[in-house]
T-cell receptor
Framework: GAGVSQSPSNKVTEKGKDVELRCDPISGHTALYWYRQSLGQGLEFLIYFQGNSAPDKSGLPSDRFSAERTGGSVSTLTIQRTQQEDSAVYLC?????????????FGDGTRLSIL | DQQVKQNSPSLSVQEGRISILNCDYTNSMFDYFLWYKKYPAEGPTFLIS?????DKNEDGRFTVFLNKSAKHLSLHIVPSQPGDSAVYFC???????????FGKGTKLSVKP
C-alpha cells in the first residue's frame, strides 16, 4: 500500500521480555517519527529520524528504549526488559521533507500489552 | 505539565449542525498547529493545519480558527455528518525537528 505500514498490529508479551516493533514509512519520505499513546493520553513523541542525520532521541522515556533506521527507510523500535507501564499503542509517522510544517502521516500502530 | 490541552473529552452533536472542537496551548512560541482525526484501531489522519501568521484556514466543511493572543484554536465542522464521529486531536509543532505535541483528544459523536 501507499501508506505507513507497521507490524505487528498487536503484541502481547510477558514482563521482562524484549520486543521489536517495525515501521515502513511512505516511500520517499525522509522524516520518520515514533510516538506512543498510553490509555487515556494523547500521543507522546519518542524519537525522530531525518535522512542520515543522527536521530533526535529526546522523547525516549528510558534507556530500555532504542530505535534504528536502516538505509533511510525501515525503522525498528526496540524495548528491552519490558515493564507493564510500557503497554501502549506505538505509532509511527513519516513526512516528506522533515521540515517543521509538513503534515505527518501515521500508520495504524502496534498495540503492545505487557502481562 | 500539558502544553496542548483539549478540555472536553467528548462532544455530541446532531447531524447537520455545527461541531466546534476547542484546543488551548501554553507556549507562545508554537507557530504551527494541526488537527488529526482518529478512528478506533487506526492511526491518526491529518485533517487541516494553520500557521500562526493566519487566523483562519478553511478546507471544505472544516475550518480552523487561531487566536494567538488567547493561545486558543478551534476546529469547526459544518455541517456535521455521522461519518465525522471519531476522536479529534489538536497538535502543535513543538520541536526544532517538527515533532508534534498532542492534546488528549475530544471524542465527537454525530447523531443521525
Amino acid at each position: 500500500g501507499a501508506g505507513v505500514s507497521q507490524s505487528p498490529s498487536n503484541k502481547v508479551t510477558e514482563k521482562g521480555k524484549d520486543v521489536e516493533l517495525r515501521c515502513d514509512p511512505i516511500s520517499g519520505h525522509t522524516a520518520l517519527y515514533w510516538y506512543r499513546q498510553s490509555l487515556g493520553q494523547g500521543l507522546e513523541f519518542l524519537i525522530y529520524f531525518q535522512g542520515n542525520s543522527a536521530p533526535d532521541k529526546s522523547g525516549l522515556p528510558s534507556d530500555r528504549f532504542s530505535a534504528e533506521r536502516t538505509g533511510g527507510s525501515v525503522s525498528t523500535l526496540t524495548i528491552q526488559r519490558t515493564q507493564q507501564e510500557d503497554s501502549a499503542v506505538y505509532l509511527c509517522a513519516s513526512s516528506s521533507q522533515g521540515t517543521r510544517n509538513q503534515p505527518q502521516h501515521f500508520g495504524d500502530g502496534t498495540r503492545l500489552s505487557i502481562l | 505539565d500539558q502544553q496542548v490541552k483539549q478540555n472536553s473529552p467528548s462532544l455530541s452533536v446532531q447531524e447537520g449542525r455545527i461541531s466546534i472542537l476547542n484546543c488551548d496551548y501554553t507556549n507562545s512560541m508554537f507557530d504551527y498547529f494541526l488537527w488529526y482525526k482518529k478512528y478506533p484501531a487506526e492511526g491518526p489522519t491529518f485533517l487541516i493545519s494553520i500557521s500562526s501568521i493566519k487566523d483562519k484556514n478553511e478546507d471544505g466543511r472544516f475550518t480552523v480558527f487561531l487566536n494567538k493572543s488567547a493561545k486558543h484554536l478551534s476546529l469547526h465542522i459544518v455541517p456535521s455528518q455521522p461519518g465525522d464521529s471519531a476522536v479529534y486531536f489538536c497538535a502543535a509543532v513543538g520541536g526544532s525537528q517538527g515533532n508534534l505535541i498532542f492534546g488528549k483528544g475530544t471524542k465527537l459523536s454525530v447523531k443521525p
